[in-house]
């Protein structure tokens, strides 16, 4: 069975501030992550997957396999980055996402 | 291009009927997925549906169904409602299946059961 585990429900750091959102996950075959975010009264909308290895919003996230985790950083954290992050994991077999239990950002001033 | 579209945005039920939501995915996606957000449950998936026949399905009741039309708009119903079932049900799409293929979150129905 498919697991993610994000064991922050809430992280709050100062502006300026680097962030680390944790992620690990459990899968037995080979595994497609995601960093979902959501905004206050927005959709969810996927913010990163590790396939792309690209920066968004300054967010970076690496697949450690050794480790079976995804973490977010973010050097400098901004008050516009507070939301919630839920990191998410894709089976092979179609489009079933498997989420973890979200971790609440704030960023304070 | 319109994106996921969920109808209706806010209701509320009596414990016992049944409720149908819908979902149109965007201009070209064929695959649809529906979760369940709960506070103390998170998102859950519920089912997947791609080209009218579902492909994956979650760990709920019976009570929870699904089902696509041939134009991809999808709906799920759930029969026999409890308090319970009160949540944000969200449809994804998605235009394929493989890696790299980007899933897209309407802005969800928000069921109250009383």
């Known amino acids: 069975a498919q697991r993610v585990t994000q064991p922050e429900k809430l992280l709050s750091v100062f502006k300026g501030a680097p962030v680390e959102l944790k992620c690990n996950y459990s899968?037995?075959?080979?595994?497609?992550l995601f960093w979902y975010v959501q905004y206050s009264r927005q959709r969810l909308q996927l913010l990163l997957r590790?396939?792309s290895r690209e920066s968004i919003k300054g967010f970076t996230a690496d697949l450690n396999k050794g480790e079976t985790s995804f973490h977010l950083k973010k050097p400098f954290a901004q008050e516009e980055d507070s939301a919630m992050y839920y990191c998410?994991?894709?089976?092979?077999?179609?489009?079933?996402?498997?989420f973890g239990g979200g971790t609440r950002l704030m960023v304070k001033p | 291009k319109a994106g996921v579209t969920q109808t209706p945005r806010y209701l509320i039920k009596t414990r016992g009927q049944q409720v149908t939501l819908s979902c149109s995915p965007i201009?070209?996606?064929?695959?649809v997925s529906w979760y369940q957000q709960t506070p103390g449950q998170g998102l859950q998936f519920l089912f997947e549906?791609?080209?009218?026949?579902?492909?994956n399905k979650g760990n709920f009741p019976g009570r929870f169904s699904g089902r696509q039309f041939s134009n991809s708009r999808s709906e799920m119903n759930v029969s026999t409602l409890e308090l319970g079932d009160s949540a944000l049900y969200l449809c994804?799409?998605?235009?394929?299946?493989?890696?790299?293929?980007?899933?897209?979150f309407g802005e969800g129905s928000w069921l109250t059961v009383v």
């Open positions: 590790h396939i």
């Open positions: 899968y037995s075959g080979s595994p497609e």
């Open positions: 549906y791609f080209s009218e026949t579902q492909r």
């Open positions: 994804a799409s998605s235009g394929g299946t493989g890696q790299g293929n980007t899933i897209y």
């Open positions: 201009s070209g996606h064929r695959s």
């Open positions: 998410a994991l894709k089976s092979s077999a179609g489009n079933m996402l498997t």
